[in-house]
């Protein structure tokens, strides 16, 4: 009888080892769970960038940080041109493959430790980490110049996309939509100044 109790405790030992493990396990797979999760909620649906939530979410981080600390940070505001022509004569399914080009030409144009996001419909951001004004203008010219070179394949038609963009230093003081507003007014400066007609 004496032998039956430590028995009985073994037993328990390792029950409650086989729990404990088992409790582990559990965790870790909720812990993936977790970062994927976190992962969804900060990306585009669509393309292989951040989403808007996630950009201004950055955008308020850095603004901080530079008038805190200090550092140099950029921005760039993308609008796709003519993408609602595209929609109205080639249907969505086609609109939607112009953005993924253009979000695969900023992917592969921009530093690990830049961000990237589609703002919404056919708008994209760009914040530029450690950077200064004649770099972030040469960006500018770079993405441009990359994005002409997308050639669509539509059933034999060709789409051409083009850009136009706005850009930034981030300042001291201005609020993340100080910032945007700026940028999206120069954007829009752009556009129109591309529709002119030659003199």
């Given at each position: 009888?004496?032998?039956?109790?430590?028995?009985?405790?073994?037993?328990?030992?390792?029950?409650?080892s086989a729990s404990l493990e088992e409790l582990r396990r559990e965790n870790a797979l909720l812990k993936q769970k977790i970062?994927?999760?976190?992962?969804?909620?900060?990306?585009?649906?669509?393309?292989?960038?951040?989403?808007?939530?996630?950009?201004?979410?950055?955008?308020?981080?850095?603004?901080?940080?530079?008038?805190?600390?200090?550092?140099?940070?950029?921005?760039?505001?993308?609008?796709?041109?003519?993408?609602?022509?595209?929609?109205?004569g080639m249907g969505h399914v086609i609109g939607d493959k112009v953005l993924i080009a253009i979000a695969n030409v900023l992917v592969d144009n921009i530093r690990r430790s830049d961000v990237a996001a589609r703002l919404g419909g056919d708008e994209f951001g760009?914040?530029?980490?450690?950077?200064?004004?004649?770099?972030?203008?040469?960006?500018?010219?770079?993405?441009?110049?990359?994005v002409s070179k997308l050639q669509i394949d539509v059933e034999g038609e060709i789409v051409n996309p083009t850009?136009?963009?706005?850009?930034?230093?981030?300042?001291?003081?201005?609020?993340?939509d100080d910032i945007m507003e700026k940028v999206d007014r120069r954007m829009y400066r752009e556009k129109r100044a591309g529709k002119s007609p030659a003199p």
């Amino acid at each position: 009888m004496q032998d039956a109790e430590p028995e009985k405790h073994a037993e328990n030992d390792g029950a409650s080892s086989a729990s404990l493990e088992e409790l582990r396990r559990e965790n870790a797979l909720l812990k993936q769970k977790i970062v994927k999760l976190e992962r969804l909620a900060s990306r585009d649906t669509l393309t292989p960038l951040f989403n808007r939530r996630h950009f201004l979410e950055v955008l308020e981080r850095w603004s901080w940080r530079a008038e805190r600390y200090g550092g140099d940070y950029g921005i760039i505001f993308i609008d796709v041109d003519e993408l609602k022509a595209v929609n109205d004569g080639m249907g969505h399914v086609i609109g939607d493959k112009v953005l993924i080009a253009i979000a695969n030409v900023l992917v592969d144009n921009i530093r690990r430790s830049d961000v990237a996001a589609r703002l919404g419909g056919d708008e994209f951001g760009i914040l530029l980490d450690s950077t200064n004004d004649d770099e972030v203008l040469a960006k500018v010219e770079e993405l441009r110049s990359e994005v002409s070179k997308l050639q669509i394949d539509v059933e034999g038609e060709i789409v051409n996309p083009t850009i136009s963009l706005g850009h930034s230093m981030l300042e001291a003081g201005k609020t993340a939509d100080d910032i945007m507003e700026k940028v999206d007014r120069r954007m829009y400066r752009e556009k129109r100044a591309g529709k002119s007609p030659a003199p």
